[in-house]
C-alpha cells in the first residue's frame, strides 16, 4: 500500500476510525439478516394457527429463504469481488424490503413462501459483504477479531427474534412486525450505500470467464472440501433448528410454554453473542501467541457437538445444554478464516460464497427435512409429534457427530496455515 494512503484509496486514517466507518451500516444488514432467518420459530403458533399447516409445509415455508439465498451465493460472490460491498448489497436489500411487505400481506401458504423466497435473496450476502471488505481491507492477523464483531450484530438479530418479538406480538400482529422489519431493511440500504467506500478501481477488470475460473478453483482444492462438511452441515443444521425448530421442541418434547422457549432461545442467543464477542476481543492476541483460528474453531465445534447430543438425548439441565449449544455455534464464522488462508484475497468473495453456500444448503434440507421426518413419522408410526421430533434431532445430531470426526480426520494435513496462493 503507497504511503500515505488507505486501503480504501483515499488518504490515510487510522483503523479505529475505518472500522468505526465501515461497521454500522454493515452491522445494521447483518443484524436484519439473521432477525429475518430465526423470526419464524416465535411466530410459528401464529402461523400454523391461521393457516393450517402442517409439520412439513411449515419447514418448507420457513426454508423457502434459505433455497433463494443458497441460490445467490456464487453470482453474489462473483459481482462481490467484481463491483464491491458498496454496490451489490444495497439493491438486495430492497428486495429484502419488498420480500417482508410481501410476506406481511399474503394470504396463504403460496404467498408465504414467494415472500419468504425474496427475503432470502435480498439478505444473501449481508455477512459476505463485510467478510469481503474485511478480505480486502485488513491484515490476517486482524480479521479473525474483526468477523466476529460482525457476528455480534448478526447474534443481536437473534437475541431480536426472541423474547423482544414475543413481547412485540403481544401489542402487534405479525403482519404489522414485517412492515416494521421491511421498512428497516430501506433504511439499512441506504445507510451503507451512503456510507462504506467503494472497492478500488481495477484498470482491467477481470473478464467473466477468468471470475468464472475463480469459482472453479474454490471447488476443486481439497481444503475447501475439508471445512466443508462440518461448516455446512454442522452450522446448517443449527440455523435450521434456531431459525424454526427450536420453539417446537421446546414446547412439544420439553413442555414449557412459548414465553419459557423464547426466554431459553434468548439464553442461547446471548450465549453466541459470548463466543462472538470471544473472538473479536481475543482471537487477535491469541493469533501472535500461535493459537489460531483453526485452533479455535476446532475447540468451538466440539462444544457445538456435545452440546447437541445432548439436547437430543433429553439429558439433565436442557437449558443448559441450549445455552452451550449456541456458545459452540459461535465458532462458525472462523469458517470463512480458516478456508481464506488458503486463497488470495482476490477470491475472498467467491471463496466464502462457497462455504455459505453449503451451509445454507444444509439449512434448508435440515429445516425441510426436520418436519418432513416428523410427519413421516407419525403417518407410518402413529407417532406423537413429540416422538417425531425425538427422531429427527437424534438423526441431525449423528450426522454432525460425523462431520466433526471428518475434520478431526483432516487434521493433520490441513490444520497448518496454508500459504495463499498467488493471484
Known amino acids: 500500500m503507497p504511503p500515505g494512503r488507505s486501503r480504501f484509496g483515499g488518504p490515510a486514517v487510522s483503523v479505529a476510525v475505518t472500522i468505526l466507518r465501515i461497521y454500522p451500516a454493515f452491522a445494521a444488514g447483518y443484524l436484519l439478516s439473521y432477525l429475518v432467518r430465526s423470526v419464524n420459530a416465535v411466530i410459528s403458533p401464529e402461523l400454523t394457527r391461521e393457516f393450517g399447516l402442517a409439520s412439513g409445509a411449515l419447514g418448507l415455508l420457513t426454508s423457502a429463504y434459505f433455497v433463494t439465498f443458497s441460490a445467490l451465493q456464487i453470482p453474489a460472490g462473483i459481482l ?71 457476528m455480534v450484530a448478526g447474534a443481536a438479530g437473534a437475541l431480536a427474534a426472541t423474547t423482544p418479538v414475543e413481547f412485540a406480538l403481544r401489542y402487534v400482529d405479525w403482519r404489522l412486525l414485517f412492515v416494521g422489519i421491511g421498512a428497516f431493511a430501506l433504511v439499512s440500504a441506504i445507510a451503507i450505500f451512503a456510507t462504506v467506500p467503494d472497492l478500488p478501481r481495477q484498470a482491467e477488470p477481470p473478464s467473466v470467464r477468468a471470475q468464472l475460473d475463480g469459482v472453479r478453483r474454490v471447488f476443486v482444492e481439497p481444503r475447501f472440501w475439508w471445512i466443508v462438511p462440518v461448516g455446512g452441515l454442522g452450522m446448517g443444521s443449527f440455523m435450521a433448528i434456531q431459525g424454526l425448530w427450536s420453539v417446537p421442541w421446546m414446547m412439544e418434547v420439553e413442555g414449557w410454554t412459548r414465553a419459557e422457549a423464547a426466554r431459553v432461545l434468548l439464553g442461547m442467543g446471548f450465549s453466541l453473542l459470548a463466543g462472538y464477542l470471544f473472538l473479536g476481543f481475543a482471537a487477535t492476541r491469541l493469533a501472535r501467541r500461535g493459537i489460531g483460528s483453526s485452533h479455535l474453531y476446532l475447540a468451538g465445534w466440539a462444544l457445538h457437538v456435545a452440546a447437541i447430543v445432548a439436547i437430543a438425548s433429553r439429558a439433565p439441565a436442557a ?105
Open 80 to 150: 462481490l469481488d467484481r463491483y464491491g460491498p458498496r454496490r451489490v448489497e444495497p439493491v438486495l436489500l430492497v428486495v429484502a424490503a419488498i420480500g417482508c411487505f410481501a410476506f406481511a400481506a399474503a394470504d396463504g401458504l403460496v404467498g408465504l413462501t414467494f415472500a419468504r423466497a425474496l427475503i432470502g435473496a435480498g439478505v444473501a450476502i449481508c455477512l459476505m459483504a463485510p467478510l469481503k471488505a474485511i478480505a480486502t481491507w485488513f491484515p490476517r492477523d486482524r480479521q479473525a477479531s474483526l468477523s466476529g464483531w460482525m
Open 319 to 423: 437449558e443448559f445444554w441450549w445455552c452451550l449449544y449456541g456458545l459452540g455455534a459461535g465458532a462458525n464464522i472462523l469458517a470463512f478464516t480458516v478456508l481464506n488462508e488458503g486463497f488470495p484475497a482476490s477470491l475472498a468473495g467467491r471463496a466464502n460464497t462457497a462455504i455459505n453456500l453449503a451451509m445454507f444448503g444444509s439449512t434448508f434440507v435440515t429445516q425441510w427435512g426436520i418436519g418432513m421426518a416428523v410427519d413421516a413419522a407419525r403417518a407410518a408410526f402413529g407417532w406423537s409429534t413429540a416422538e417425531g421430533l425425538r427422531f429427527a434431532f437424534a438423526v441431525a445430531a449423528a450426522l454432525v457427530s460425523a462431520t466433526y470426526v471428518w475434520f478431526l480426520a483432516g487434521w493433520r494435513r490441513y490444520a497448518v496455515l496454508q500459504r495463499p496462493a498467488p493471484n
